[in-house]
């Protein structure tokens, strides 16, 4: 069984710039989650994403959208990065529907670093 | 709002000692609490939920509505406990929402 995978494992960009940070699910699981951690916090809800249709969001701007494909996959794209995005991002995904009910297991994140 | 409290950045015991790291929240419905760790190196993972009444690694956790903590204990620390420790509530349909975290350091 494999686990969650994320990709890049860090990556630098500028002010202004547009980043996609990529998933893959555990397999067998049709749910992903993505939040961010910043330095010194625990992990923040961003959005979560069943069977490719969002059903879930947090407190995060609309820059801040994503993804997911048939096969389960993800992606977070943000849009006009700014300094506070720097952070952790972190993946996780579970095999249910509702956020409520299943654990959810994690991947390593992508640190990303705004300049 | 959901919010959860976890008041110590960084709890240092002596090997053997026990180990109580604390965690309160805020929500007037039922909650359900979990402890994630965050071993050296490794992604973040579940360590227990507070509906399975579980120990694992010898740790437990014990949901006081009363007082809205839910605090992390162990009677003996061992050197692996060392890493980072989250507390986090979810209810209904709500996303997790996690403290600040805990650092356990265990010294031989």
């Known amino acids: 069984e494999t686990g969650v995978t994320q990709s890049p494992t860090h990556l630098i960009k500028t002010r202004g710039q547009q980043v996609t940070l990529r998933c893959s699910s555990q397999s067998g699981h049709n749910t992903v989650s993505w939040y961010q951690q910043a330095l010194g916090q625990g992990p923040q809800f961003i959005f979560q994403?069943?069977?490719?249709?969002?059903?879930g969001r947090g407190n995060f701007p609309p820059r801040f959208s994503g993804l997911q494909f048939p096969n389960y996959s993800s992606e977070l794209n943000v849009n006009a990065l700014e300094l506070d995005d720097s952070a952790l991002y972190l993946c996780a995904s579970s095999p249910g529907d509702r956020v409520s009910r299943e654990t959810q297991y994690f991947g390593p994140g992508t640190r990303l670093l705004v300049l | 709002a959901q919010r959860v409290t976890q008041p110590e950045k960084l709890l240092s015991v002596f090997k053997g000692a026990p180990v109580e790291l604390k965690c309160n929240y805020s929500y007037s419905g039922s909650p359900e609490l979990f402890w994630y760790v965050q071993y050296s190196r490794q992604r973040l993972q579940l360590l227990l939920r507070h509906i399975s009444r579980e120990s694992i690694k010898g740790f437990t956790a014990d949901l006081n509505k009363g007082e809205t903590s839910f605090h992390l204990k162990k009677p003996f620390a061992q050197e692996e406990d060392s890493a980072m420790y989250y507390c986090a509530l979810r209810s209904g349909n709500t996303p997790l929402v996690f403290g600040k975290g805990t650092r356990l350091s265990v010294i031989a």
């Open positions: 994403y069943y069977r490719e249709e969002e059903n």
